[in-house]
């Protein structure tokens, strides 16, 4: 994501955060952000799946939840995109990926109901018959006029 924010007219301008909670990963990514000329983007080395992570943060226009939803139960997954909403903005939206097994099932039909139930449309939805990988694009339609923080010491994911 770093060097297409950097090659982007805007990059300089758009402020972005990064929630990685391995310590060497974050503060490789960290490195690579000065290195391209990005001081707008943040790393954090925190837990992503907990509320207290993003208590003074601004909804976003464009949150990825790329390589999560795989690693995650299908409950924590609901819990996740039921809370959403409050972490994008009206009209923000999410990209989200999940594989497909190897016997063929498909848990990302189940995450796509899951985005509709909860106020999204979709964008588009990638899934290649040849490959595992799945990419959804939703946006958040109806999101409610007023939208309470979110609510601190709360879960939303483990990996497992
Ligand atoms: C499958 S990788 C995805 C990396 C990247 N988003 C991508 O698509 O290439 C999952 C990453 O999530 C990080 N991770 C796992 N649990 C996390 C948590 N609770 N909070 C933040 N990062 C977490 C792991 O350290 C790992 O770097």
Redesign the pocket.
């Known amino acids: 994501m770093l060097p297409i924010l950097a090659e982007h007219d805007g990059g300089r301008t758009i402020e972005a955060l990064l929630?990685?909670?391995?310590p060497t990963?974050s503060q490789r990514a960290r490195t690579a952000a000065i290195g391209l000329g990005l001081p707008r983007t943040d790393v954090r080395t925190?837990?992503?799946?907990a509320t207290d992570t993003y208590l003074h943060i601004q909804p976003a226009h464009l949150l990825?939840t790329?390589?999560?939803f795989g690693?995650i139960t299908i409950n924590d997954v609901g819990r996740t995109i039921a809370m959403l909403h409050t972490l994008v903005l009206a009209d923000g939206i999410v990209i989200w990926?999940r594989g497909r097994t190897d016997d063929g099932h498909d848990p990302s039909h189940d995450i796509r109901a899951c985005f509709a139930e909860h106020g999204f449309i979709e964008m588009s939805f990638t899934s290649p018959a040849d490959a595992r990988f799945r990419v959804g694009m939703h946006r958040l339609t109806a999101r409610p006029a007023t939208v309470p923080p979110m609510p601190p010491g709360t879960r939303m994911?483990?990996?497992i």
């Open positions: 929630i990685e909670r391995d990963l925190a837990d992503a799946g990825l790329c390589g999560v690693n990926t994911f483990s990996f």
